[in-house]
Protein backbone atom coordinates (compact mmCIF):
# COMPACT_ATOMS: atom_id res chain seq x y z
CA UNK A 1 0.00 0.00 0.00
CA UNK A 2 1.35 3.14 -1.21
CA UNK A 3 1.72 6.14 1.25
CA UNK A 4 2.75 9.76 0.86
CA UNK A 5 2.33 11.92 4.18
CA UNK A 6 3.07 15.36 3.80
CA UNK A 7 4.83 17.72 6.79
CA UNK A 8 5.97 21.08 7.18
CA UNK A 9 3.03 23.36 6.94
CA UNK A 10 2.12 26.44 9.03
CA UNK A 11 0.93 29.81 9.24
CA UNK A 12 3.94 32.04 8.10
CA UNK A 13 4.20 36.06 7.51
CA UNK A 14 4.33 37.16 3.98
CA UNK A 15 7.97 37.34 2.63
CA UNK A 16 8.90 34.41 5.37
CA UNK A 17 10.00 30.75 4.57
CA UNK A 18 8.52 26.98 5.02
CA UNK A 19 10.01 23.79 3.77
CA UNK A 20 7.45 20.96 3.48
CA UNK A 21 8.16 17.34 3.70
CA UNK A 22 7.02 13.94 2.01
CA UNK A 23 8.07 10.56 3.50
CA UNK A 24 6.77 7.95 0.88
CA UNK A 25 6.05 4.54 1.50
CA UNK A 26 4.99 1.38 -0.42
CA UNK A 27 6.86 2.02 -3.45
CA UNK A 28 10.12 2.17 -5.22
CA UNK A 29 10.40 5.77 -4.32
CA UNK A 30 13.76 6.10 -6.52
CA UNK A 31 11.76 4.73 -9.62
CA UNK A 32 9.46 7.65 -9.64
CA UNK A 33 9.14 11.18 -10.59
CA UNK A 34 7.23 13.26 -7.65
CA UNK A 35 5.41 16.33 -7.67
CA UNK A 36 4.04 18.92 -5.34
CA UNK A 37 0.01 20.31 -6.12
CA UNK A 38 -1.84 22.73 -4.33
CA UNK A 39 -5.57 23.68 -4.00
CA UNK A 40 -6.70 27.24 -2.31
CA UNK A 41 -10.24 27.29 -1.21
CA UNK A 42 -12.59 27.63 -4.28
CA UNK A 43 -10.12 26.94 -6.85
CA UNK A 44 -8.82 23.91 -8.50
CA UNK A 45 -6.05 21.70 -7.29
CA UNK A 46 -3.02 23.29 -9.53
CA UNK A 47 0.65 22.16 -10.37
CA UNK A 48 3.67 23.95 -8.40
CA UNK A 49 6.34 21.95 -8.71
CA UNK A 50 8.40 18.15 -9.82
CA UNK A 51 10.98 16.62 -9.77
CA UNK A 52 12.23 13.45 -11.81
CA UNK A 53 13.50 10.51 -10.45
CA UNK A 54 17.13 10.84 -10.34
CA UNK A 55 16.55 14.53 -8.74
CA UNK A 56 18.30 15.75 -11.88
CA UNK A 57 15.35 17.33 -13.88
CA UNK A 58 13.09 20.11 -12.37
CA UNK A 59 9.86 21.86 -13.61
CA UNK A 60 8.44 24.67 -11.83
CA UNK A 61 5.32 26.26 -12.27
CA UNK A 62 5.48 30.65 -13.44
CA UNK A 63 4.09 31.78 -10.62
CA UNK A 64 6.60 29.78 -7.76
CA UNK A 65 10.19 29.93 -10.13
CA UNK A 66 12.62 31.66 -8.26
CA UNK A 67 10.84 32.02 -4.58
CA UNK A 68 10.08 27.58 -4.64
CA UNK A 69 12.83 24.65 -5.31
CA UNK A 70 11.87 20.91 -5.28
CA UNK A 71 14.12 18.81 -4.23
CA UNK A 72 14.67 14.59 -2.97
CA UNK A 73 16.58 12.32 -1.02
CA UNK A 74 16.17 8.75 -2.61
CA UNK A 75 17.89 7.02 0.63
CA UNK A 76 14.98 8.79 3.07
CA UNK A 77 12.32 8.11 0.61
CA UNK A 78 11.41 11.86 1.29
CA UNK A 79 10.54 14.92 -1.22
CA UNK A 80 10.78 18.71 -0.46
CA UNK A 81 9.53 21.88 -1.15
CA UNK A 82 11.61 24.49 0.19
CA UNK A 83 9.44 28.16 -0.08
CA UNK A 84 10.79 30.95 0.19
CA UNK A 85 9.79 34.61 -0.06
CA UNK A 86 6.39 33.86 0.71
CA UNK A 87 3.21 35.59 -0.62
CA UNK A 88 -0.85 35.87 0.76
CA UNK A 89 -1.50 34.14 -2.64
CA UNK A 90 0.28 30.73 -1.85
CA UNK A 91 -1.77 30.01 0.76
CA UNK A 92 -3.73 26.81 -0.11
CA UNK A 93 -2.99 23.23 0.86
CA UNK A 94 -0.56 21.29 -0.67
CA UNK A 95 -0.36 18.01 -1.63
CA UNK A 96 2.05 15.41 -2.82
CA UNK A 97 2.04 13.20 -5.78
CA UNK A 98 3.70 10.43 -7.27
CA UNK A 99 4.00 10.07 -10.82
CA UNK A 100 2.31 6.92 -12.29
CA UNK A 101 5.63 6.21 -14.63
CA UNK A 102 8.74 5.18 -14.10
CA UNK A 103 11.81 6.86 -14.72
CA UNK A 104 9.88 9.37 -16.23
CA UNK A 105 10.70 12.93 -16.91
CA UNK A 106 9.03 15.76 -14.27
CA UNK A 107 5.34 16.48 -15.39
CA UNK A 108 2.88 19.47 -14.83
CA UNK A 109 -0.58 17.79 -15.32
CA UNK A 110 -2.68 16.13 -12.61
CA UNK A 111 -3.43 13.00 -14.43
CA UNK A 112 0.41 11.58 -14.52
CA UNK A 113 0.00 11.24 -10.76
CA UNK A 114 -1.40 7.96 -9.40
CA UNK A 115 -0.44 8.47 -5.58
CA UNK A 116 -1.92 11.64 -3.23
CA UNK A 117 -0.94 12.53 -0.01
CA UNK A 118 -3.57 14.21 2.52
CA UNK A 119 -2.24 17.68 1.80
CA UNK A 120 -0.90 19.95 4.67
CA UNK A 121 -1.99 23.45 5.35
CA UNK A 122 0.05 26.38 4.24
CA UNK A 123 -1.13 29.56 5.55
CA UNK A 124 0.83 33.20 4.46
CA UNK A 125 -0.50 36.27 6.21
CA UNK A 126 -0.04 40.13 4.93
Known amino acids: QVQLVESGGGLVQAGGSLRLSCAAS????????MGWFRQAPGKEREFVAA????????KYADSVKGRFTISRDNGKNTVYLQMNSLKPEDTAVYYC???????????????????WGQGTQVTVSS
Open 97 to 115: AGDNRIAGDPRRIRSAYEY
Open 26 to 33: GLSFNSYA
Open 51 to 58: INWSGGST
